[in-house]
T-cell receptor, first 113, second 114 residues
Framework: AQSVTQLGSHVSVSEGALVLLRCNYSSSVPPYLFWYVQYPNQGLQLLLKYTSAATLVKGINGFEAEFKKSETSFHLTKPSAHMSDAAEYFC???????????FGSGTRLSIRP | DAGVIQSPRHEVTEMGQEVTLRCKPI?????LFWYRQTMMRGLELLIY????????DSGMPEDRFSAKMPNASFSTLKIQPSEPRDSAVYFC????????????FGPGTRLTVT
């Protein structure tokens, strides 16, 4: 069955430090992959999307993610964390047939001053 | 555009009552999605529509849940009768075309069933 695994329900980094949020997917064929961000009491907002055009995907707010087929991973990174990055982050995959979408369980990112 | 509009933002009801959640998607978007978010189960896709037609309702938990999209600018999610375990935040989202496109989420409806 299709699945999306986000390692670490909570990640805490210092302001200015590297942000790394992990996501692994299960699919026999490269799927469509997404990272969404959710701020408190709001809906989700798209950060970036992988559609097979390029393995390194750049998104909004300085975030980027790299698709690695051999590792079935799509980790999200940002070189320097900002206090405004504190939020919940969700990885999602459509699977090979693009007929379903599965969201990971989310990772809450905290930023220490 | 005002984005995806959901109403009400908060709903508190007693067990056994009927609950209707409403959604207005972004104009021009052809796909509409209903999600449920809880601490225990995370974010779950309940149902989605393409061009007002339900495509996949396999996520609807049981027959107490129903969704309609009578036209391109309006959708409802109904729970009848409601139960305490239905308490959650319900999101509506829309996209230009289906699951592979960016989804724009509404602010959600926080439902509490007592």
């Amino acid at each position: 069955a299709q699945s999306v695994t986000q390692l670490g329900s909570h990640v805490s980094v210092s302001e200015g430090a590297l942000v790394l949020l992990r996501c692994n997917y299960s699919s026999s064929v490269p799927p469509y992959l997404f990272w969404y961000v959710q701020y408190p009491n709001q809906g989700l907002q798209l950060l970036l999307k992988y559609t097979s055009a390029a393995t390194l995907v750049k998104g909004i707010n300085g975030f980027e993610a790299e698709f690695k087929k051999s590792e079935t991973s799509f980790h999200l990174t940002k070189p320097s964390a900002h206090m405004s990055d504190a939020a919940e982050y969700f990885c999602a995959s459509t699977g090979s047939s693009a007929s379903k979408i599965i969201f990971g369980s989310g990772t809450r990112l905290s930023i220490r001053p | 555009d005002a984005g995806v509009i959901q109403s009400p933002r908060h709903e508190v009801t007693e067990m056994g009552q009927e609950v209707t959640l409403r959604c207005k998607p972004i104009s021009g978007h052809n796909s509409l999605f209903w999600y449920r978010q809880t601490m225990m189960r995370g974010l779950e896709l309940l149902i989605y529509f393409n061009n007002n037609v339900p495509i996949d309702d396999s996520g609807m938990p049981e027959d107490r849940f129903s969704a309609k999209m009578p036209n391109a600018s309006f959708s409802t999610l109904k729970i009848q009768p409601s139960e305490p375990r239905d308490s959650a935040v319900y999101f509506c989202a829309s996209s230009l075309v289906g699951l592979v496109d960016e989804q724009y989420f509404g602010p959600g409806t926080r439902l509490t069933v007592t």
